[in-house]
């Protein structure tokens, strides 16, 4: 259970069985940064080219194909006081008749300066008729990450799939716990695309993206199958999936939810669609990327009492 | 400002140009009740057919095709002592390859008993693994209602549309205001399907299905002109899609709650691009019905400071 | 097997349980003409609002629930020498991010002249770079017919569903006979919104728009059931599916051929899934109106040698 | 314009920057082949793992982002006097409700005999109720082609993006010529998945998978910009669009045909909407892969009058 202080050299714009940047234990932490979507730095430093650069990745001793990969989030941290996000609702989300009228000419980004000690985002520079707006509390969270996909591909962290990616998940912050389906030796964990806080569904293509200080505990569970990443934030259980049309990855995430009740809790079909029926909760990811990301979950105080 | 005590003798299964079952003058209120889902009423009482009768519809003078229906929940509450659920998970939220072996043979209702003081429900025979499941507390909600569509069209209330209908928004419980566009004289508001409780998505098809005590206050906004239901629970303002797949009902709420900002609050779209792309929440409303629904919505306290 | 000349009077927006317009006995003929979708007739005459006018509904002696309808196009003629086209590709069927510089402010309806005698079609005024384009020949179909759906619903001429409805398929044309389901006394048959020629998909929102005169042969199928439209063009026995997304509409015509191959030819599955997988054609109905359409097909010679 | 006679040894199971199995000039043919889906070859022997094994890549010398690969089916034939087919259409194109009816548990594989000489398929153990379909006319097709993506990924054969992959379109056939977008340096040609026949959708899975020979010639446009593949199969030219749901499949394809014919035939969007609107085909490749493939085409015939 060592600790690792990982200072990355290079990054990948797509999550695939890359050379190892480092090698560790289950249950070791490592200590790292990432770069913004963009491939800036904490001092804004342009490191390398942008569309979510990846540090990692990082490769699980003992990890096998049909094991699972926990990743603990640690810490995940903005650390420079200006993020950036978009100007313009993508027009995916918006109604096709109405984005001729909505205007996307003079669309120029918007930065923000960040309170990284109070918690707080502020606009420099407000459009009109945001001048009252003020603070913004931050709720930090990682936009991309995942495992070496199987098949020996390389996926773009511009979208997503079962072994995670580009989900950009608000819920997906500090102190959470999220599972993905091992295919490859080692696992080859990826990191990447911070947010300082970003709305659901990532409607304007971004959050705001920020370079981050990341620390995060990797741990192999041998032997554990899943289809689709899984998380746990303390309060809830979770089951990500990940596809166009959001109605697909509703199925891929209720589906997993299913299985992580029947599997983990000894929980036939009936019981489990008895539950469900009347307590599962969905959230948004983004409907922004090319695969949409929808999280089934359900409390873990029901699922104790049981 | 009246209160009509209301007691309803026919029940409809479309909304549409009905014969009005009570006329109203803009800022009434109604006191009235409504069947369950299957058509049985608070002595169990096997009044209609089922398919989510409706009680109305309500002509509320002076509402004109341009306007909006607001209409107040004062009251929604479920008026016996049990409530019944599906017991099977719908196919259509499922992977279609894994619908082979969850089994649909057996599927039989399941029963609840209601506490109407406590506010509680308790499986009456649990199926195996739930016997822990104990007491859920109540979140008593309206799961369908809305005014008659445009161009004199009937619309099942199996479904859902501009006009409202069928949409299983677990957000739409007593104390919440929700607005309709009018598109006929008297606008002609509908109301039924009572759910004591349900899951987002209502996935096995039904709520905890009840028939309740209703009371609501109908009042004409002249000249408002809405494209897709509103509401406002206090905390947030709301807008309402229904379609299939989810992503257009994305692109509707979306597109409503974009209007809403521009109309109401005065924001051009570079800064409702800006505060969406941040703040925006999504809500899941029906992902089992033939329309979808999602509820795109903003938290006021952000609006009031600008 | 009365031939009906019938002259229409009144038109209807939806289809639905509204009053007979002529009473006919099962395996009568029915000769009549239909306004443009704008309410236009042969004479330029603007004879009712616009949307896909219908004419009828027509009631047919014997017809119940549960029964099917045919319905024999014997005859489908523009009847005047004028027809009209939208201008520009529907939002919808373009990527969204490409709407923005597709141009959609100034698009108004291009004339075609028709030559009745000849088949063909021509531009009045082509736009820049059509002058070339000449002849087109004229496939003269119905886009819009169907049977009163079920719960007493009346459903707008601008979308379809089981019942039929907006379809806009190319491939009902004169000679072929189209199967409806039947859930009310009479069936309660409507037609309108004639097309002189239409390219897949009406994608710019209409074919070439045109008043018609069509025959049509009404016989009542007892005690068959069907769950969407069918249809036999001497070549093809087809099934359509009526629904957005697209692949919804193509699980509906899948699955109705799947039963019209298993009750009509008595093939069980694996039969039907061997067949279909290497003869199953599907064409494109339209992709631009509420619900879209899909038309499942299967060579009839292939199932004669069964 | 050498003639390379190419002996494949090793095989990919992504499209994607793998080592050049061969270099060639632009202009070049290869002679060819491929084993089928499961990776068998023509004598049924089992040289690699299944999933639509790929014979290349092929680095076409000159080749750099930015350009078009042409790449002409000189010669698509099946090589061998088996093949093999699934034996239940998908669940995915089944009404979801329908599929726990259908019966999955006891599908096994169907097995043809191909007579290669007279051109035709027969059943080599009929399921019950298919002992009359006899000789099916074969009609050869490419599954799966394409070049490698951008941003270094490499994407699973089970799929399909702009860069070709998985489109199991049956009109890739012998004398087609398809035209690729070219994102990295050489272009890097992979070819496989060859079936002897299959319906349109491929929706048991597969066509009548069988090993191939191939020859096809490869030249590069240099500075020709395509985003989606195109094809000329010397009546229609197309365009393609895969991506789920079929819905977005219809505007890569429309978007990519538009694009088109503005560039290579000079026609503004209103002239492209006018000759579309009432001449644009749709073919549907398949409905059953991850992404699913829609082909929009014209004829050449009318752009020539132009």
Known sequence: MSLHEFEPTTF????GSHEPAL?????????????????YDRNGED?????????????VEGAERGDTLSVRLDRVR?????GVSGARIAPNVLNPEFIPEFGYEA???????????????RLEDPPEGLAGLGQLPLDPMVGCFGVAPERGQAISTATSGPHGGNMDYPGFREGVTVFFPVTVEGALFHIGDGHALQGDGEIVGTG??????VEFTLEVVKGKRIGWPRADDG???????????????????TTELVALLHEDHGLDYPAVSTLLGQCIRYDVG????????????VEKALLERL
Not at 23 to 38: I, K, L, N, P
Not at 238 to 246: I, K, L, T, W
Request: with cysteine.
């Open 12 to 15: 990948h714009l797509s999550i």
């Open 47 to 59: 490191l390398t080219d942008g569309g979510n650069p990846m540090t990692g990745p990082f490769y």
């Open 235 to 253: 309060t809830f259980v979770m089951a990500v999936g990940n596809a166009r049309p959001v109605d697909q990855a509703v199925q891929h995430s």
């Open 286 to 297: 983004n409907v922004f990327d090319p695969a949409y990301t929808i999280v089934a979950k």
């Open 208 to 213: 705001i993206e920020v370079s981050m200080d």
């Open 78 to 82: 903005p650390n420079r006081m200006r």
């Open 107 to 121: 669309a120029r980004d918007v930065w923000w300066t960040l309170d990284l000690e109070g918690g707080t985002a």
């Open 23 to 39: 090698r560790v234990a289950s249950g070791d932490t490592v200590r790292t940064w990432c770069v913004d979507s963009s491939g």
